[in-house]
């Protein structure tokens, strides 16, 4: 009897540390270090001022039309360095005109499909869709949408699976679209993949957002590319600037994924592999 009493408690022991794992499993929003480190994002704009010699030995573009998309209660300004490093690097980079970005209200993603469509009449081109942060649940849903009309989707440090609280923006999602971020029945669909070459470029240090929610599921057409970076600076980030221009280099119907092997090892080092593990809690 004693060893069937002690044989039970041994397993009642492992269920409870299991369960323990599993809610230690659960991802949250970023903590207060992280978002301490977004205060870096200055720095990340001066690094790509003074990269600029190296930024310029990435990949050309072949002049076909980019619309860029600003992340949650931003505007155009935010992604004007994106857009001039992309214009230098030979493509034709729209700004989405569209204000303030106060989420996916009525009418807005109507009026971007419309404007893709548009973009891709003009330029007889198919249009490849940047979205920075909420910026990217645009890009990911109007490839969903129109894919003929759309050649790739790159977003940045965009949340597009797991809980939509685990991040610390969802308090400002809600006050400026007026909707309940758990009732929102417009974040139904989101994890699932773009059927186009689809690039989330993501960062393990970011204060807002949690890493995990931004991990595409890669297929042949859709990979993940780890940075160093804040949520406020990847637009801005000198490796992730690098990163869009070699997606977008990319010739249409031989899209690759992307190569962090380099000669050097340097490509090996700024990029980091998204399938590693690490025993850090912070990251």
């Known amino acids: 009897m004693a060893q069937l009493l002690n044989f039970s408690d041994a397993v009642s022991r492992l269920k409870a540390i299991r369960d323990r794992a599993g809610k230690q ?3 949250k929003a970023p903590g207060w270090f992280l978002l301490t480190l977004e205060g870096r994002a200055p720095w990340e704009l ?32 935010t992604t004007l360095v994106l857009r001039n490093f992309l214009r230098d690097r030979g493509y034709v980079p729209y700004a989405w ?7 996916p209200r009525p009418g807005v993603i109507e009026a971007c499909v419309e404007r893709v469509q548009q973009l891709r009449a003009e330029h007889g081109q198919n249009v490849s869709l940047v979205g920075w942060s909420l910026g990217g649940i645009y890009a990911r849903e109007i490839a969903k949408t129109i894919p003929d009309a759309v050649r790739s989707v790159i ?22 679209s007026g909707q309940s971020i758990a009732n929102d ?21 970011d204060g ?22 804040s949520h406020f600076g990847i637009g801005v980030n000198p490796t992730a600037l690098y990163a869009v221009a070699d997606r977008l280099a990319q010739p249409e119907g031989g899209w690759e994924r992307f190569d962090r092997h380099g ?21």
């Open 185 to 205: 029945p417009r974040l139904v669909g989101l994890k699932q993949t773009p059927p186009v070459p689809t690039t989330s470029i993501y960062s393990r240090t």
């Open 155 to 176: 977003t940045l440090g965009t949340p597009f699976s797991g809980s939509p609280r685990a991040n610390n923006a969802w308090r400002l999602y809600e006050f400026t």
């Open 208 to 229: 807002i957002v949690a890493w995990q929610c931004c991990v595409e599921k890669e297929t042949e057409r859709s990979e993940n590319i780890e940075v160093h970076a």
């Open 263 to 283: 000669i050097t090892g340097l490509k090996k080092l700024l990029y980091l592999d998204p399938s590693r593990r690490t025993g850090f809690g912070l990251f």
């Open 46 to 77: 001066w690094a790509s001022l003074v990269s600029r010699p190296l930024l310029s030995q990435a990949p050309k573009g072949d002049g076909h039309p980019v619309l860029v998309f600003p992340g949650l209660a931003t505007g155009d300004m």
């Open 97 to 103: 005109e569209q204000g303030l970005n106060r989420g």
């Open 25 to 27: 499993e659960e991802v």
